[in-house]
């Protein structure tokens, strides 16, 4: 591997293992993985750009759309990796969970922007009040956010994650 893309793969681990985030358990990265995360996928689209044959390249560029939340472009990235090593049965798999997941983000329809907002919501009235275990929070804030038409589709996107109350919307989606 030549060095400069270790040296994007050793950012994009930075940013990985600051993200907080489980294998295809995303969430909105954390504030602090985001800087590596972007400098990452700057780097590995500029080098795929010079190297477009190269499927390792290919692989992390595609996780470093994944853990930004755009799944669009990791599983293009992920599709032209595949194309360069057919031979590479892990990358099939990846891309058959990868399509799963991109499904389950698509039904939730909400920006990185959007989520870190509900969070901050949520860690705000939850720290003040605490869960009663419904919804009530997260229905407030999409009251008050540009998603309130499409309410009841979060809200089962939302519970389709694992969001029942606004404590495992925080846990589960968002934090």
């Avoid at 295809?24 to 750009?49: C, D, F, M, N």
């Avoid at 907002?117 to 229905?139: A, N, P």
Wanted: hydrophobic letters at 40%; one cysteine or more; glycine letters at 4%.
């Amino acid at each position: 591997m030549d060095e400069c893309l270790l040296e994007l793969q050793n950012e994009l681990i930075k940013g990985q293992k600051l993200a907080m985030q489980g294998f295809y358990q995303r969430r909105a990265p954390s504030k602090k993985a985001i800087p590596h995360l972007l400098a990452a996928r700057k780097g590995l689209k500029e080098y795929v750009k010079q190297y477009s044959n190269d499927a390792l390249a290919c692989q992390l560029l595609s996780q470093s759309e994944e853990y930004l939340l755009n799944y669009n472009a990791a599983l293009t990235a992920l599709r032209n990796a595949l194309f360069l090593d057919k031979k590479d049965k892990k990358l099939l798999k990846r891309l058959a969970l990868l399509k799963e997941y991109a499904g389950k983000w698509q039904e939730l329809d909400m920006t990185s922007e959007q989520l870190q907002s509900l969070e901050i919501y949520l860690q705000e009235k939850l720290e003040v009040y605490g869960c009663d275990h419904t919804l009530v929070y997260t229905r407030e804030w999409l009251d008050i956010s540009t998603l309130h038409n499409k309410k009841s589709k979060v809200v089962k996107a939302l519970q389709n994650q694992g969001g029942f109350c606004d404590c495992e919307v925080l846990m589960n989606v968002v934090d």
